[in-house]
């Protein structure tokens, strides 16, 4: 996964307080904007530009997986 750092945050919940690379945040209309990072130990996160200090994280792998099923529909009946 490919992400340009445009912004770091500290990851509260990680013991060595490491530093979220963000990448530009994804919009669609009405502004509602998700971003994706890397730390540097390599674990993955999503978070809400409405929400900074908050996001999911996982590895990179699992957030691979998440985005494959969205794509596949598996969040349709969210919709």
Known sequence: MNVTSTSTTPAPSSPAAARIAWGDAFCSEGANCFRFGLDDAGRAYIGSTLAPGEYVSDSVEA???L??????GAADHLL
Not at 67 to 72: H, L
């Open 67 to 72: 985005i494959s099923a969205v794509k596949s």
């Open 63 to 65: 957030l691979r997986a």
